[in-house]
């Protein structure tokens, strides 16, 4: 149980996938989600509608919200404060990875993370698939999908139980490049 984990989800505003148009995060300590954040993101960029179909995030929402660079300085005290932690986590980490390089922040060239997906097919192996709404459907997590603040809660939710379960995180942990926008291969972490 020992250990901070910062869980994150990000929605984006087109296929693209190189910019938030919503993110969640939710802190979990000592088997507990200890804060929350949820925030509409300005993406600075257009909208697909498949996207707004899936998120319900209009151009008109985002405007209203901070662009990333402006939430950056909220974030980056919590990120560097714990082990990342994400549902399908590449997919959340290249957006991330993404942002930093379109609005030039130097943050770090590489950061460990887990995933929830790969810690959900080794303590619930007889599920038909491991997606957020199947393993939250099954443990009976409350979830309102492609919510970034719901998705993030639901994560954190599914982090304690695997905990809760006797998983070691530190075996599903990961380095994910933020440079080259990829997760290095299993034991070449770089400086």
């Known amino acids: ?6 869980v994150f989800d990000v929605e984006t505003p087109n296929a693209r996938n190189d ?29 697909h509608p498949f996207n707004i179909a899936l998120t319900g995030i209009t151009p008109a929402m985002a405007e209203e919200g901070p662009d990333f660079s402006q939430l950056w300085a909220d974030l980056e005290p919590v990120f560097s404060s714990g082990l990342l932690v994400a549902h399908n986590a590449p997919f959340d980490m290249g957006v991330l990875a993404k942002c930093l390089r379109a609005y030039c922040v130097d943050w770090k060239s590489t950061v460990p993370y887990a995933c929830t997906v790969q810690m959900g097919r080794r303590c619930y192996p007889g599920l038909p698939n491991h997606r957020l709404n199947t393993l ?7 979830l309102e999908h492609h ?45």
């Open 19 to 47: 910019r938030m148009s919503a993110i969640g995060v939710a802190v979990v300590e000592n088997g507990m989600i200890v804060d929350e954040l949820s925030t509409v993101v300005n993406p600075e960029t257009y909208f």
């Open 1 to 6: 149980m020992k250990g901070r984990y910062i």
């Open 136 to 142: 939250c459907d099954y443990l009976d997590i409350p």
């Open 147 to 191: 919510q970034a603040g719901s998705d993030s809660r639901a994560c954190a939710m599914l982090l304690i139980d695997y905990l809760d379960h006797g998983l070691e995180v530190g075996r599903f942990c990961r380095t994910y490049d933020l440079e080259r926008i990829c997760t290095l291969p299993s034991g070449r972490a770089r400086r």
